[in-house]
Each structure stands twice: as C-alpha cells, then as structure tokens.
C-alpha cells in the first residue's frame, strides 16, 4: 500500500517486527492531524503501520465545523480502525485532546491492543461551558483555543474561532463517553501536561474515576496542551512506543522514563 502524508491525512505500512501492529492517532478538537503528525512519523518509523484520518468537519472550517455531530467525527476514527484492522493482526489507538476521548470510546467499543493519550478531554476548564446549548443561538463562535504550546513560534494551524455548536456537540460527546470508560479492558496510558490552557486536571480525574484499571500516568513538566508539538514530544514519542510493545508483549513494560515520571493514577 501506498503511504500518503499530507495535510490532511497520514498512512503508512507497517515494517520489520512491528508490522503487523497497527496504530490509529486522533487529533483533537478544531484541529487537523498537523497536530499529530510528527507522533504518527514517529511511531511509523518505529514499525507500526499508522493511520491519521482527518475528522469530519476539520481541515476546512469552524463554520463546516459547526455542522457536523460528535457522531460524525467518531465515525471518521471508526472507518480509519476499520480500514487499519483489515490490514494487521492487532490495532492500538492514540489521541491527542479531544482525540484522547474519541479514542477511548473507540477503546471501550472495539477490540484495541492498547490506548495511549496526550491531554485526553472530558471535561470543560470553564464553568461557561455547562450554558453552551444556549449560548449556541445567540453567538456562532468564540475565540481560538488552538495552538496552546510553550515552545515558541510552533502552530498547529488550528481553526481561528472556536464554534460554539460544535462545542455543545463535544459536551454530548463527553457525555456520551464518560459511561463508558468502564468497558475497556485494554491498558491505558496518558501523558498530562503539569499546565495546561485548554482541558483541565478533572479531565484526567474522571477519566481514571471511570476506568476499570489504573491508567500509567506521566506528567510533562515542559510543556502545554498540544504536547505532541511541544518541548516534552521526544519523550512522548519514546515512550509511548515502549507501551505499544508491552502491550502487545506482555511482561516486558519498562518506565516512560526510567525515573520517577510515570505517576500511580490520582486516588478515586
């Protein structure tokens, strides 16, 4: 198969003793895969055959966002894993923000090998939001959220407003998703960055409330919320290769960091 590697997309087969696993990664919420290319590449390089779809609604504008349900962009993750299980013997998925939430739906839904997160979200750091069904029909968008990064002169080339229906769509989409988190029996592990402008620490405290077991939890102390492009990438990047070959080798799972990153989950 042909790789392709764009803007709007990335694909690649996999290679050596990795091949035959395959990863599904998911940008986040008005961003496009830009945001994720560079953790697709690496995982690519590492074996892993690698699919980035582009979510509907995103890649084009907040105005086409607004029209499209959280439903729709969960079926753009479902299609790539479809499209990717038809190719190997075991599929792993990997989501940055609202990535991370839509790949842990995808986690509780189908069979994966296992998840790993960057700043997933599923809660709203503001208390605004919980009025967003209403402030849908009165204003249309809001300022951007994109491009939260601590590196300087880094884009992720998010949209330049937020739009407010699609963003009561994401609130249904947490909704819908917190439920859930119960059902998934594949390991978890989730990167959370110590500041972060956009998904707020009770984010990672719900998400590990509602899962079965204790996710591995490694603190970025050198980064914001798109991590994937920030100072801390390398080590997201390495270690999240480490933890996609314990999964699928059991008994061999070694540190993020070989120090004292990797946190036991907050207390339920």
């Not at 609604?57 to 894993?81: I, K, P």
Request: aromatic residues 8%; glycine residues 8%.
């Amino acid at each position: 198969m042909r790789a392709t590697e764009d803007f709007l997309a990335f694909s690649r087969a996999g290679s050596g003793e990795r091949e035959r696993t395959g990863v599904v990664v998911c940008h986040g919420f008005t961003g496009s895969p830009v945001s994720v290319l560079p953790w697709a590449r690496h995982l690519a390089d590492a074996g892993f055959a690698v699919r980035v779809p582009l979510l509907e609604g995103h890649g084009t504008s907040w105005q086409q966002l607004n029209r499209t349900s959280w439903q729709q962009w969960y079926g753009s993750l479902v299609t790539a894993y479809h499209d990717l299980a038809d190719q190997v013997d075991r599929v792993a998925v990997a989501g940055l923000s609202m990535g991370g939430t839509l790949a842990l739906r995808l986690a509780a839904q189908y069979p994966v090998a296992g998840v790993t997160l960057v700043n997933p979200a599923m809660t709203f750091a503001s208390p605004a939001a919980r009025w967003v069904g209403a402030l849908k029909y009165v204003r249309r968008s809001l300022p951007a959220i994109g491009s939260d990064i601590k590196a300087p002169g880094v884009d992720e080339q998010a949209y330049p407003r937020t739009p407010l229906a699609a963003t009561h769509e994401l609130a249904r989409l947490f909704a819908a998703t917190v439920p859930l988190l119960g059902d998934i029996d594949a390991p978890v592990q989730i990167f959370r960055s110590t500041v972060d402008g956009v998904v707020p620490e009770s984010s990672l405290t719900a998400i590990v409330d509602g899962l079965r077991a204790a996710p591995e939890v490694v603190r970025l102390q050198n980064s914001y919320h798109v991590a994937t492009l920030d100072n801390d990438a390398p080590e997201i990047f390495d270690a999240s290769v480490r933890f996609l070959d314990a999964c699928v080798h059991p008994g061999t799972r070694m540190d993020a960091r070989g120090d004292d990153a990797v946190d036991e989950a907050p207390a339920r």
